[in-house]
């Protein structure tokens, strides 16, 4: 088997986070060197405990998680409660965390790792806004060179935008932290909404979840009841989007997706586009190319591998550490 890729999640957990860890967690390919925690679905506080929830329902407790940013760069937080509801991980009561929280700032990892690691062998992967990564970029501009590369949920083109007209809501909540990943020089990986929107749970998809069993299979399936409801009013959709797992199912199989090598600018101006992702998808303005801006992914293929991989977690494990 070759090399595990080591990769550092940056999340503000959500119920789809949840799932995306969950399945990072199950994967041997993968190596999660530490778990990050921003604000933005719900407060810091709320994130950093439910990462902690998350990693003790994999039964990995061992899985360092670091509290980091607690509001964007410049503005003031926008949350998400109404579609996470007041936890950020709604649909199923889930005792608090007994593993602890590391004691050092999530921004202060992501740099120390960046700088200790062989050059070009950490991927950061960032489900929610983009202030830890851009704040560690800021403070530590020697680590752009040394990241493996960045595979982000954020941001659409051609689906526009979930939180205003125009803008994703990662990419609305901090956009000058977007403009600073976005303008840094490591490769980039963009899972848009013009993805996720085809990532959509259904009836089976669901029953696939809850037939995992145990405490692990009436999670996934309460988490994406619960986070369904919103955007199957929305959208009139079936089910709704699993945004985050992309991230971590383009990393092992990223045969499943398909996009083009754009340029991406973020708007930080504007009363009406703030925090749209300004994609050249038809290379109009000569910019040069700075992302991967996925638009295609196997659906059927991708929930197989999320449902069978998350299954793994539920054998019988050895005792936790």
């Known amino acids: ?22 399945l990072a967690l199950a994967s041997p390919e993968l190596e999660v060197l530490g778990i990050t925690c921003v604000a933005g679905n719900v407060p810091l506080p709320l994130t950093e405990k ?9 039964g990995k407790p061992g899985t360092r998680v670091f ?6 760069l410049s503005r003031a937080l926008v949350t998400a409660e109404h579609v996470h509801g007041k936890t950020g ?10 593993m ?15 700088r200790a690691e062989a050059p070009g062998t950490v991927t950061l992967c960032p489900l929610g806004p983009l202030t830890n990564i851009a704040t560690a970029l800021q403070r530590a501009p020697d680590i752009a060179s040394r990241i493996q590369s ?29 403009e600073i990943v976005f303008k840094c020089g490591a490769p980039i990986v963009v899972l848009p909404l013009d993805v996720t929107h085809k990532a959509l749970t259904s009836r089976a998809r669901v029953q696939g979840f809850r037939d995992i069993g145990g405490t692990l299979g009436e999670a996934l399936a309460s988490w994406t009841e619960f986070f369904e409801r919103f955007d199957v009013a929305k959208y009139g959709h079936e089910g709704a989007p699993l945004h985050d ?44 190319p700075n992302a991967l801006f996925l638009d295609q992914i196997d659906t059927p293929a991708f929930f197989e591998m999320l449902t069978r991989r998350i299954a793994t977690l539920n054998a019988p494990a050895a005792t936790a550490p």
């Open 50 to 58: 439910n990462a902690r929830v998350i990693c003790e329902l994999a």
């Open 100 to 114: 602890p929280l590391q004691a050092q700032h999530a921004v202060d990892f992501i740099i120390e790792t960046l």
């Open 150 to 178: 960045i595979v982000l949920m954020g941001g659409a083109y051609f689906e526009v935008g979930n939180i205003t007209p125009a803008a994703e809501f990662n990419i609305y909540v901090d956009p000058e932290a977007a």
């Open 245 to 288: 797992p992309c991230v971590i199912g383009y990393l092992l199989a990223p045969e499943l997706f398909a996009g083009r090598f754009i340029n991406v600018e973020i708007e930080t101006q504007s009363p009406l586009t703030l925090g749209m992702t300004v994609a050249d998808w038809w290379g109009v303005t000569g910019r040069a």
């Open 1 to 22: 088997m070759s090399a595990q890729r080591k990769i550092i999640i940056d999340t503000d957990p959500g119920q789809d986070d949840a799932v995306a860890i969950l």
């Open 67 to 72: 509290a980091g940013c607690d509001a964007p």
């Open 89 to 98: 991980l709604d649909g199923i009561a889930l005792p608090d965390p007994v």
